[in-house]
């Protein structure tokens, strides 16, 4: 499909601007707030705005629905057909969900039609065939004791996402949530809120009991607090910075000391020994680590940890390298670079370019606006050389295509580097020694590790951070678990 084509199909597409609570389609009680398509300032749309009274609402809807057992109480296998039904009408409504993201926060429209919705549509199936598995337990007891534990949903999940994969990131709440039988109240970000709406609507046409799938939008100030601090959610689920993964503990505190599951920031190494296997593969996996997705990526490999021995050579091979990934039309299918989604981020993606400047470290090339690109949200991939752990550019989540270079000396020295940081939410190593990499692995304080490869994985992979990246653990079985409780009964037979 031509890049004229996706143009000709953005300027028909007018997209959903209301809310989905209750079964239907609804308008807040707000005003409205415009979304921006980040590649050249224009306005996509007005869409209604929530306010706490529209959470109320939406939460109050999911508990009756919850309450009711029309989904919470429905056979597992009558469950699993309408959420097999929804993946199947995601999969075939892929060009309007790719478009919807590419407009609304400048991910390339080849990254949504190839990777965003088919890893969507994968991860509803994955989590769907789980539910028939949420199975309960007996334990050994006495001969006239019978005791049982049932796996049961918690109620009303608050799910708020981030901007960066709109649909993915619904995707990876929602599913699971859904899966184990309880009802949904989602707030997308602001930044990118348009297909929010049709995964509800899509849900609903699966089957989805009324009430059990919610969609409110609005800011994170207002209506995502509002979500967060609510007597009848039981769990809030939040993706985003660390900043605000600390409000959502200080807020479940404050209401009803609701679960809260986090995936917060990152600033993960790529670690490369001297013996790496290839360098030229390493350096190509380590620029696609940082650059893919604009470097707007919880995990994205934005230090790289480089041996001395090979410092100059892995420079050279990742420059070289780095030249693929050039900024062009979201809408253009060759283009793998996008702007950033707002020009907000452009600026302080620019000013962290001005610190590391300021700071000592050199920037080797990028990192600037590119000619011709000017009236959108857009940063050159760029690389600093010379950068210590203490700079700031080494230390602080920039969420965009700057990557850091950090010459070590061995093992030891590199341990102590990737782990001078709060975040721990991932790392790539690269080694071709089996001590060194299973030491590396064990040694560095992050929840996911790559081995000789960076950003790989499927379904069956938890993902999840250490430290102030968060608590949570994504797309694998034990995430379906993390959405039910357990209920022990002790029956004493006569």
Sequence with gaps: MSATNWHERAAALKPETRFFIGGDLATGSGGHFE????????????????????????????????????????????????MYRFADLIEQNVELFALLDTLDMGKPISDMVNIDVPASVHCIRFTTECIDKLTGSTTATPSNVLHYINREPLGVVGAIVPWNYPLLMAVWKIAPALAAGNSVVLKPAEQSPLSAVHLARLFAEA?????????????????????ALHNDVAKISFTGSTEV?????????????????????GKTPQVMMADLPDLATAAKTAAAGIYGNMG???????????????????????????????????LNEETNMGPLVTFEQQKRVLGYVDIGKKGGASLAFGGNVPQGLEKGAYVAPG????VDSGMRIAKEEIFGPIAALIPVDGVENAIE??????????????????????????????????VN?????????????????????DKCFDT???YTQSKSVWVKLV
Aim: contains cysteine; hydrophobic residues 40%; glycine residues 12%.
């Design 35 to 82: 979304t921006i398509n980040p590649a050249n300032g224009q306005v996509i749309a007005a869409v209604s705005e929530g306010t706490p009274a529209d959470i109320d609402r939406a939460v109050a809807d999911g508990l009756k629905a919850y309450r009711s057992g029309s989904w919470s109480r429905m056979a597992p296998r009558d469950r699993m057909a309408v």
């Design 207 to 227: 089957g989805g009991p009324s009430g059990v799938f919610n969609v409110v939008n609005g800011p994170g100030e207002t209506v995502g607090r509002a979500l």
């Design 245 to 265: 993964g600390k409000l959502m503990l200080q807020y479940a505190g404050q209401s009803n000391m609701k679960k809260v599951a986090l995936e917060c920031g």
């Design 296 to 330: 707007e990526v919880c995990n994205a490999g934005s230090r790289l940890l480089v041996d001395r021995k090979i410092h100059d050579e892995f420079v050279h091979s990742f420059m070289r390298e780095s030249e693929s990934w050039i900024p062009g039309d979201p």
């Design 383 to 386: 690389l600093f050389t010379g």
């Design 417 to 450: 580097v990737a782990n001078d940081t709060i975040y721990g939410l991932a790392a790539g190593i690269w080694t071709s020694n089996l001590t060194t990499a299973h030491t590396l692995a064990r040694e560095i304080e992050a929840g996911t590790i790559w």
């Design 453 to 473: 490869c960076f950003d790989e994985g499927d379904m069956t992979q938890p993902f999840g951070g250490y430290k102030q990246s968060g608590n949570a653990r």
């Design 480 to 482: 379906v678990l993390a």
